[in-house]
């Protein structure tokens, strides 16, 4: 197919027209997007842009949420991360926002990416960007050698971004194989500041895995492309990098959650519940030759997903992705002051909200307009939230359901690409494992290229987890089938 990127587009584009996105921002949108003259005014805030911040993302990543930088003057490691203000240019109720609230999240489908935000503002003026001056909210708080998080802080400030940095290269010296990145060895100071970032974050995820965070390694491919023309699915590579802004992302949402319900402030908060199919977990587990208790209990599985990566690296992604199926989607809901936190079975994490990616995801520049609100002096006069609870619950109900429905297009677009990669590869033989099971059909995964198809014939008896020898029987890259029987 001479032009794949093109016949992938126009599926992307149409997939989000079926489940309800809108791929296009209206005339509105634009006009208030064109009416903006920079970013916001710099006034009035802490200033730290003299911090040796930087951020680190993906190689093409050009719409830039956070930065984060260590302090350790005090005696004590603290972390300070900044989230892109993106509230001080997007109002509520504008016609960006109302776009914003309707799609609740970016959709990176690799042939094309549908911000949640117009390219001017995600990938600009509310971007993070290198050698530029930007609002932000800064989440501050200490790491102690144990792991845990102590004395915290959420203000508003002005920050700039020191070195734009890329997962790949930094994490290949973090581990030892390279040398650091030029962009570090040209800010002074950066490669020491950046070792006790990683230093707290491995601090970090030493402590939330031993309170049983679960060790996962699910496989993500990207369409690869030469020119317009599709050449492979790459698998997306995990590194020391992207596991220091995991750790330290996902400590600076439980900073905000307590210091929401600290400040009387209902919250959406992101859970994931003690899964219902613990029992099928458990049933896993014993076909591997191991026993978990009856009882849901993720210290256990962590200490059993450990030993399975350990004996067998290659086929544990695997077995993570049974697992993942297995736990359940997470979900959103909103927590009010004083509840019992529902959590999140995953990351072993009670205190859990969305709120370092605004430019990318709805919930969490809801977050940051509740944060601002509480930090605002007529916050102390009782003054209302910015948002009621019938309005948090609706948003919550459907920024789940977007999510969903974003999954699902991401997954149809990665499934033509890989159709229009097995074309010429019918009646060929593959080894899979079962990833879904349930009277809607039974799914299999197959490791190359990575990618899903529906078991059409021989699906009797087979639940998820299960190794099964398939041949591919049929391709449809226009509608996404991959259909195999057992061989």
Not at 24 to 41: E, R, T, W
């Amino acid at each position: 197919m001479s032009s794949s990127r093109r016949f992938l587009q126009d599926i992307a584009h149409d997939a989000m027209r079926d489940r309800g996105f809108e791929p296009d921002f209206s005339p509105a949108a634009q006009a208030q997007v064109a009416s903006l003259h920079g970013p916001a005014p710099t006034d009035g805030r802490r200033d730290l842009r003299n911090l040796l911040w930087c951020s680190i993302d993906n190689d093409d990543s050009r719409d830039l949420d956070q930065l984060s930088v260590a302090d350790a003057s005090s005696g004590q490691l603290k972390l300070l991360v900044a989230i892109a203000d993106v509230d001080s240019l997007v109002p509520r109720d504008t016609p960006v926002d109302q776009h914003a609230a309707h799609n609740t999240t970016s959709v990176y489908t690799g042939a094309q990416i549908f911000p949640m935000l117009p390219e001017r503002l995600s990938t600009d003026l509310t971007s993070l960007n290198e050698d530029e001056d930007r609002h932000a909210i800064v989440i501050e708080y200490v790491v102690h050698e144990d792991g845990s998080v102590g004395e915290s802080d959420v203000y508003a400030a002005v920050v700039r971004n020191r070195a734009k940095l890329a997962y790949p290269s930094v994490g290949a010296w973090l581990e030892g194989d390279a040398p650091p990145p030029p962009k570090i060895a040209e800010v002074p100071g950066l490669d020491a500041n950046l070792r006790q970032q990683d230093r707290a974050a491995q601090a970090l995820k030493k402590r939330r895995h031993e309170m049983g965070a679960l060790t996962l390694a699910t496989i993500e491919p990207r369409p690869v492309f030469e020119d317009d023309t599709l050449r492979d699915l790459a698998e997306a590579q995990r590194s020391r990098a992207t596991e220091l802004i995991e750790d330290l992302m996902v400590a600076s949402n439980g900073v905000v959650a307590r210091f929401l319900e600290d400040h009387g402030l209902a919250s959406l908060r992101r859970v994931v519940r003690v899964p219902q199919k613990w029992p099928r977990i458990v049933e896993l587990a014993a076909q591997h030759g191991s026993r978990l208790p009856r009882d849901p209990d993720a210290v256990a599985l962590e200490e059993w997903l450990l030993r399975q990566r350990a004996e067998d690296p290659q086929r544990f992604p695997d077995l993570s992705l049974s697992v993942v199926k297995l736990l359940g989607r997470g979900e959103y809901i909103v927590e009010h002051p004083g509840e019992d936190a529902t959590g999140h079975f995953g990351l072993a994490v009670q205190d859990y909200t969305h709120s370092t990616a605004p430019n990318r995801r709805f919930p969490d520049l809801v977050a940051q307009r509740i944060v601002k609100a509480a930090l605002e002096p007529h916050a102390r006069n009782a003054a209302p939230p910015p948002y009621a609870d019938a309005e948090l619950q609706a948003i919550a109900e459907r920024c789940t359901e977007r999510e969903d429905a974003a999954n699902k297009v991401e997954r149809l677009v990665r499934k033509a690409a890989a159709a229009v990669l097995l074309q010429p590869r019918i009646g060929e033989r593959f080894d899979a494992i079962v990833t879904g099971a349930s009277e809607k059909g039974t799914w299999v995964r197959i490791r190359k290229p990575p990618v899903e198809g529906r078991l059409e014939r021989g699906h009797e008896g087979l639940d998820v987890g299960d190794r099964v020898r398939v041949k591919l029987v049929h391709t449809d890259p226009a509608r996404g089938f991959i259909d195999f029987a057992r061989a």
